[in-house]
């Protein structure tokens, strides 16, 4: 089975924001702390994150309630959109505390609660690693 070319770039900016965003992190509590390595895996993930929004935008899904093809979980695209210009708006203001919560938030709840449901049986991911996994035993 085939990917369409929008959910290979859905699911590879995707997997690079769940790893880049633990390294953008421990730049700003390691010691000794390196702002630049955070800026940059910062502007990075950020990246990953907006391919991440823009691309499910295109993807649709006849499986779940859905209206138009978009699913409850597309719910998460104005959110994630929304925060992620909070945060960034943050941080150009200089207020750092609120910067950190923000990023932190859309970290929590778009790369790993939503990736998780992403890995629900039901689900596309989910079946290849779990039909996967199963196979192995």
Excluded: E, K
């Excluded at 890995?119 to 035993?137: K, N, V």
């Amino acid at each position: 089975m085939s990917l369409a070319p929008v959910v290979v770039i859905h699911l590879t900016a995707a997997l690079a924001a769940l790893l880049v965003g633990p390294l953008a992190l421990w730049t700003r509590l390691a010691i000794p702390v390196r702002p630049r390595w955070h800026r940059a895996l910062g502007y990075g993930w950020f990246t990953c994150m907006v391919a991440v929004v823009l691309s499910a935008l295109f993807i649709r899904s006849r499986d779940l309630p859905n209206i138009a093809g978009y699913t409850p979980l597309h719910l998460l695209v104005p959110v994630t959109s929304f925060l992620l210009y909070r945060g960034l708006t943050a941080v150009m203001r200089g207020d750092i505390d609120s910067h950190r919560r923000t990023m932190q938030r859309v970290y929590i709840g778009a790369c790993l609660v939503a990736g998780s449901f992403t890995l629900l049986p039901q689900r596309y991911l989910g079946q290849l690693l779990w039909g996967q996994w199963l196979g192995w035993l």
